[in-house]
């Protein structure tokens, strides 16, 4: 019986890491642009830390310029076009960051469910090796 409250409460320490805030957040909206692709289409490149456009995640090297590897038909924006995409854009493209808003539920939730099969099959091992 030990085993299953120990196994309980992993499984509720894992649904709660999972749904905190932050989990699964792929743009907390302090710049325009949740990925490079997203940055090229609209014009940008190059992006210099400090630049109201950069961000940490557009920068996998830490060398503070983000999204430095423009595709080879990148067209930079002139501030025109940049000013109407970004006020079009303002949405976040869930097809490029590959999830939605349920998505740390239904990692908690899988969490949860391979915790407690974890807690169920230890259980029954103990429990077999004690009557034989």
Known sequence: MRHV?????LAVAALALTLS????????GDHPFANCAEAYENGYANIAEGDEHYGGHLDR????IGCDQPPA???PATDAD????TAEDDRT??????????????AGGGAAVL????GVL???RRRRGATQ
């Open 5 to 9: 409250r120990t196994s309980t409460a």
């Open 21 to 28: 805030s932050g989990a699964a957040v792929a743009h907390d």
């Open 61 to 64: 090297d830490k060398d503070g």
């Open 73 to 75: 038909d990148f067209e």
């Open 82 to 85: 940049a000013a109407e995409d």
């Open 93 to 106: 493209d869930l097809a490029a960051t590959g999830g939605n808003s349920a998505t740390p539920y239904f």
């Open 115 to 118: 915790l407690a099969g974890a």
């Open 122 to 124: 230890l259980t029954v």
